[in-house]
T-cell receptor, first 115, second 109 residues
Framework: IAGITQAPTSQILAAGRRMTLRCTQDMRHNAMYWYRQDLGLGLRLIHYSNTAGTTGKGEVPDGYSVSRANTDDFPLTLASAVPSQTSVYFC??????????????FGNGTRLTVT | GQNIDQPTEMTATEGAIVQINCTYQTSGFNGLFWYQQHAGEAPTFLSYNVLDGLEEKGRFSSFLSRSKGYSYLLLKELQMKDSASYLCAVLDSNYQLIWGAGTKLIIKP
């Protein structure tokens, strides 16, 4: 079934540890995104990639890094986790970053708790 | 700054009609999306409006007025499974999505 796969589903992480959240899509979408979702707030964009080999910073990029070595994979890394990074993380993709109607498709999310 | 406003929570009765409003102030406009998100799940696409007017899709309809910076999602013949959060998002001039905090819809029997 075509879609976006995120791993792990959930994780408890000690503060100061490094963590990579994985995201893989098989829809050959050009644009990919990482969001965090916190209670009472809208989805906030962390980083994005309009096409393989390029990345950009979103609204809340500090403490996070991404890479886009190929079309399918878009991992998100927390170099040194802090409790304020406790959140639900969603990876998403769109067929095109601009122009025509192109809805976001979301992965099932990673629930991260930093203690 | 950019801003999307939606009511935090609404309650409606099974079988009834509910309208969820969304107002926006963004840098440019390239369309407005509505997403449904059940608790603990990922958002799923419901509708897209880029021109003024009403778009109908089964029990769900979405309306847009660009001059007023306003949209609404209309849900008819409410079912218990419609209990979810409804997210409004605007595609700005840089083709980035700006998200509202979502409206939690509670359906009562």
């Amino acid at each position: 079934i075509a879609g976006i796969t995120q791993a792990p589903t959930s994780q408890i992480l000690a503060a100061g540890r490094r963590m990579t959240l994985r995201c893989t899509q098989d829809m050959r979408h050009n644009a990919m995104y990482w969001y965090r979702q916190d209670l009472g707030l809208g989805l906030r964009l962390i980083h994005y990639s309009n096409t393989a080999g390029t990345t950009g910073k979103g609204e809340v990029p500090d403490g996070y890094s991404v890479s886009r070595a190929n079309t399918d994979d878009f991992p998100l890394t927390l170099a040194s986790a802090v409790p304020s990074q406790t959140s639900v993380y969603f990876c998403a993709s769109r067929a095109s970053e601009t122009g025509d109607f192109s809805p976001l498709h979301f992965g099932n999310g990673t629930r991260l708790t930093v203690t | 700054g950019q801003n999307i406003d939606q009511p935090t929570e609404m309650t409606a009765t099974e079988g009834a009609i509910v309208q969820i409003n969304c107002t926006y102030q963004t840098s440019g406009f390239n369309g407005l999306f509505w997403y449904q998100q059940h608790a603990g799940e990922a958002p799923t696409f419901l509708s897209y409006n880029v021109l003024d007017g009403l778009e109908e899709k089964g029990r769900f309809s979405s309306f847009l007025s660009r001059s007023k910076g306003y949209s609404y999602l209309l849900l008819k013949e409410l079912q218990m499974k419609d209990s979810a959060s409804y997210l409004c998002a605007v595609l700005d001039s840089n083709y980035q999505l700006i998200w509202g905090a979502g409206t939690k819809l509670i359906i009562k029997p």
